[in-house]
């Protein structure tokens, strides 16, 4: 089983500043099979991300995600109100695997 | 654009099955749709993160956590809209929100149900 860390596991930013979340890999994650979810309060998750760097139709653009092996990052480039939630990473390979999750939260 | 719906069988006694359905709707979701899309569960425990149950494609066969696998069985009725899971043997550790998802790629979920808490005790 493939095991995703995430860091930190609370983020306190402010509306406008910038958002690094981490998610490690126990061992390396193909690119093709790494996401990101965004859930906020009482809400299923969202899914933001794919393949590591691609974003679903209808997600802005100061969403984007990077990486490869076992490091990847959700970036956020200018947090917007709505965007405090808590951030999920998933390998969806043979066995798929969430992240603990980061919250991200208003300072 | 697809709609996913959790039943609510809300509360389960020890040792019992869990039985979930989830049941789909959508536009121009037919039939013929299926073979488009993947099918999975994925559960979360009160004030915890997210854990994948299990997932069954359009081929039919299905793919469970092995820490699940003895105990879970997801199978889909293309007739009546709807997939389900059971789990079987649950304890006070089964307790969750459990959703049903759905993608066009397997194990990447795009739509999700709304969620149904089901409490595990007697």
């Known amino acids: 089983e493939i095991v995703l860390t995430q860091s930190p596991g609370t983020l306190s930013l402010s509306p406008g500043e910038r958002a690094t979340l981490s998610c490690r890999a126990s061992?390396?994650?193909?690119?093709?099979?790494l996401a990101w979810y965004q859930q906020k309060s009482g809400q299923a998750p969202r899914l933001l991300i794919y393949?590591?760097?691609s974003r679903l139709t209808g997600i802005p653009d100061r969403f984007s995600g990077s990486g490869s092996g076992t490091d990847f990052t959700l970036t956020i480039s200018t947090l917007e109100p709505e965007d405090f939630a808590v951030y999920y990473c998933q390998q969806y390979g043979t066995s798929p695997t969430f992240g603990q999750g980061t919250k991200l939260e208003i300072k | 654009q697809l709609r996913l719906q959790e039943s609510s069988p809300g509360l389960v006694k020890p040792s019992e099955t869990l039985s979930l359905t989830c049941t789909i709707s959508?536009?121009?979701?037919?039939?013929?749709?299926?073979?488009?899309?993947?099918w999975g569960w994925i559960r979360q425990p009160p004030g915890k993160g997210l854990e994948w149950i299990g997932s069954i494609y359009y081929s039919g066969g299905t793919n469970y956590d092995p820490s699940l696998k003895s105990r879970v069985t997801i199978s889909v009725d293309t007739s009546k809209n709807k997939f389900s899971l059971k789990l079987s043997s649950v304890t006070a550790a089964d307790t969750a929100v459990y959703y049903c998802?759905?993608?066009?790629?397997?194990?990447?979920?795009?739509?999700w149900g709304q969620g149904t808490l089901v409490t595990v005790s007697s």
């Open positions: 393949g590591a760097s």
């Open positions: 998802a759905a993608g066009f790629v397997r194990d990447l979920f795009d739509y």
């Open positions: 061992q390396s994650v193909s690119s093709t099979y």
């Open positions: 959508g536009d121009s979701f037919t039939d013929a749709s299926y073979p488009s899309y993947y």
